[in-house]
């Protein structure tokens, strides 16, 4: 990122300078579309130092002059209610950009100037982007630019950067701007006559102490708020008499966030009264009748069906073939690896085929199910449909205290916990998103399926399908019963507030999805893919040494050692041994079974009782996940809750193995 | 003045009063419930979230959310009940 610091070259240098552009608006307003469209490839995304919020910063050039842009997160205000926008008012407090491009939804004018009313209040000048010009036309809303910007005193510049109409004007616009050829001179908001005088007696007593480079007249306001980190941020500054003033004062005044937020949509109200034109009472917009179907108790549930009925589709169909194909090709490849390395030590030949190549291998047959995934939750995101899930579903995710929005990346863990794990990136608070980090590996994958689907009926003969659904029920329902467990005794954070807004309709934007499914799908491949291919090298090294045979490896070893373990559950080294395997992926406990048994179908029911076997099969179900998704998860939360989770699961499986064998002996099984 | 998730779906209210932490009432006041703002009912079913609007845009909310934002209830609105 380009430094974010005052530039202090001399003005005839400033033509050479970089101009930092930060884009700033509320979520759904279209901004992510308007940074991809100004940067397309020019893009990083990395974190906000020190937090686990995206940021994402990129270049463009206009007219030969060159631009930095840094994406803010989406935020309703700029209190320090929440990280994002803590993050989003500390870079124009601090970074200093040169002009801030507002963004907003022409079609909720009122409520997305809301943050503009916020904006105007700090150094940096400001450009309205008023998007969505489309989306309000087809809701029946006019609106007239010219007049919106002489109220406001700020260039407005209209646009659908959807269908990448005025993009060029507003990075024209911006360019006038910093070059001085046209001007800002902004409307600001006011207070209420009520609180003047209070605010001004508060100005009055900081004024001496605020620290640089904050604005007393600001930091007064945001007390008045009740903002949390002015408040820490005064009461370090000023003497404790002073403080106990002040704090005096705003205990009198609890209240005038209401009263501030009230005069804030008043000054909105005058400032877009000439500029826009409403429809007729009782017209209904497109999105009106789209949920009059899709936010329906019954017609809505049945449309989410659907919608996810071709999602799975979508992935078997169009995934799986790929997956499989891409699975073969690599098989080939490590094969002629196997054969260009002849010359070479068998055990060299054997690492580079079977471990590295296997393991790349793996990493690549993830992709087809990525992009997909990908591909899905970026449209459904685009659309507007994601929120109109998570309303629908958010009674049945309410009670493991997760979020509506949690629903869409379990779901999808059925197809893959991989992108499940990645999913959970729309949920907006920390806690409610850790918590389905914790419970996605508890959703049966297709690979533990493919497993479960090939045992059960060398155990079970004709109760197999039975026993197969009860597996998975058992597995959903031990997900929910730990979601309530975990909600209620161990994250018992303040319960989750459902408050969130269902975006107007629109048609997505193919160039925003493509860089989202790029982006990401880079990201799996740079941090988890290394991982994933470490791990595998070196487990295909224990498998292999110290003499080359399976059976006499320091696998085996381990899973000698874990006799004693499998002895509770009824298990032999063998099963113990292929469970270990299974961490590289899950389709591994059948190769290992039959290295270790010979034929499947005779050996293994005369190794195991009945109530071993279900044993295991649990065991399998809930076991530690594969490698892949260990990294994900490590990627996106971090090594403690990574760990957390290993031992959750790892005690969870191994409990519940134990459980069903012992009960199960006891009934005579 | 009676809490929001008393009203049936297509009834009106102008919000007179947000019950709740700071943060909650800022969060609310910032989407646009402030005192005197319509509210509308799109959707109130017995059990789940609700759906109302306020400032044209769409809002979903937890029923214990609806329960702490306090409307009076705009005239002439009397058991509407739309399907």
Redesign the interface.
């Known amino acids: 990122m380009a430094s974010p610091l005052v530039n202090s070259s001399p003005p005839e240098q400033t033509a050479a300078k970089t101009t930092v552009i930060a884009l700033a608006g509320q979520p759904n307003v279209g901004k992510s579309t308007i940074f991809n469209m100004l940067t397309g490839l020019n893009q990083h995304v990395g974190n906000w130092p020190g937090k686990t919020v995206a940021q994402k910063t990129g270049t463009c050039t206009h007219d030969g002059q060159k631009f930095t842009l840094v994406d803010l997160p989406g935020t309703?205000?700029l209190?320090a209610?929440s990280e994002e926008e803590r993050i989003a008012r500390d870079y124009i407090i601090h970074g200093r950009p040169d002009i801030v491009v507002a963004v907003v939804d022409a079609?909720?004018?009122?409520?997305s100037l809301?943050l503009v009313a916020e904006l105007l209040l700090l150094p940096s000048p400001v450009v309205l982007a008023l998007n969505m010009m489309d989306v309000a036309e087809q809701e029946g809303i006019k609106i007239e630019p010219q007049v919106l910007e002489a109220a406001l005193g700020i260039p407005v510049v209209p646009l659908c950067a959807a269908r990448g109409t005025g993009i060029q004007e507003l990075i024209a616009t911006v360019e006038s701007l910093s070059a001085g050829e046209i001007s800002c001179q902004p409307q600001r908001p006011t207070i209420l006559p009520g609180h003047q005088a209070i605010l001004e007696k508060i100005r009055a007593l900081i004024e001496d102490s605020v620290p640089v480079p904050y604005q007393p007249a600001w930091v007064a306001l945001k007390l008045l708020?009740?903002d949390d980190e002015m408040c820490t941020l005064m009461q370090d500054a000023l003497p404790e008499a002073i403080w106990k003033q002040v704090h005096d004062l705003l205990y009198q005044h609890?209240?005038a966030?209401?009263?501030?937020?009230?005069a804030r949509?008043q000054w909105i109200g005058r400032m877009i009264r000439a500029a826009v034109v409403r429809p007729k009472v009782g017209q209904l917009g497109m999105?009106a009748r789209l949920?009059s179907v899709l936010?329906h108790?019954v017609w809505g549930t049945v449309a989410l069906l659907a919608v996810l009925g071709a999602v799975f589709w979508l992935t078997y169909t169009l995934g799986t073939p790929l997956q499989e194909w891409l699975g073969d090709l690599v098989a080939l490849l490590a094969e002629s690896t196997r054969g260009a390395l002849a010359g070479m030590p068998t055990w060299f030949a054997n690492l580079c085929a079977d471990g590295i190549i296997g393991g790349a291998g793996m990493v690549v047959t993830f992709l087809p199910i990525l992009i997909i995934f990908f591909a899905v939750l970026a449209i459904l995101e685009d659309t507007g449909y994601m929120?109109r899930i998570?309303?629908?579903t958010?009674?049945v995710m309410?009670t493991m205290g997760l979020h509506?929005k949690s629903f869409i990346p379990l779901l999808l863990g059925f197809g893959c916990n991989v992108p499940s794990i990645l999913g959970t990136r729309i949920i907006e608070t920390q806690r409610a998103r850790l918590l389905t980090v914790l419970l996605a590996p508890l959703v049966p994958c297709t690979a533990r399926m493919a497993v479960i689907i090939v045992l059960t009926p060398l155990f079970f003969g004709d109760m197999a399908g039975l026993v197969a659904w009860g597996l998975v029920a058992a597995a959903l329902a031990i997900l929910a019963l730990l979601g309530i467990l975990l909600h209620r005794v161990i994250l018992k954070g303040e319960?989750v507030?459902?408050?969130?807004?269902?975006p107007l309709y629109h048609l997505p934007n193919l160039r925003s999805i493509g860089l989202y499914v790029w982006h990401n799908t880079l990201a799996f491949l740079q941090k988890a893919g290394t991982i994933i291919l470490g791990v595998s090298a070196i487990i295909w090294l224990l498998s292999y040494f110290p003499t080359g045979v399976v059976t006499e490896s320091y696998l085996t070893l381990f899973g000698h050692w874990l006799e004693p373990v499998g002895r509770w559950m009824g298990l032999p080294w063998q099963m113990m041994t292929a469970l270990l395997t299974s961490f590289i992926a899950k389709e591994n406990t059948i190769a290992t079974l039959s290295i270790l048994y010979g034929d499947l179908e005779t050996a293994l029911p005369a190794a195991l009782t009945p109530s071993a076997a279900l044993a295991f099969l649990v065991v399998q179900l809930l076991f530690i996940p594969c490698v892949a998704t260990v990294a994900t998860i490590k990627q996106e939360v971090g090594n403690r809750w990574t760990l957390v989770s290993l031992l959750l699961l790892l005690g969870l499986s191994l409990g519940a193995g134990v459980l069903v064998y012992q009960v199960g002996t006891l009934l005579g099984a | 003045m009676i809490p929001l998730i008393q009203l049936q779906m297509g009834q009106s209210g102008m919000v007179r009063a947000l019950h709740g932490g700071r943060r909650f009432v800022a969060r609310l006041a910032a989407l646009g419930f402030t005192p005197g703002a319509p509210v509308t009912i799109v959707r109130n079913n017995r059990f789940g979230p609700l759906i109302v609007t306020v400032r044209d845009t769409q809002i979903a909310l937890g029923r214990g959310e609806a329960g702490r934002i306090l409307v009076l209830l705009m005239e002439g609105q009397n058991g509407v009940t739309a399907g």
Not at chain 1, 497 to 502: G, K, P, Q, S, T
């Open positions: 309703y205000s209190t209610n079609a909720i004018l009122e409520r809301y708020e009740g609890e209240d966030i209401l009263d501030i937020a009230g949509y999105t949920d936010t108790p929120a998570a309303y629908l958010d009674r309410h509506g319960q507030a459902f408050i969130m807004e269902l």
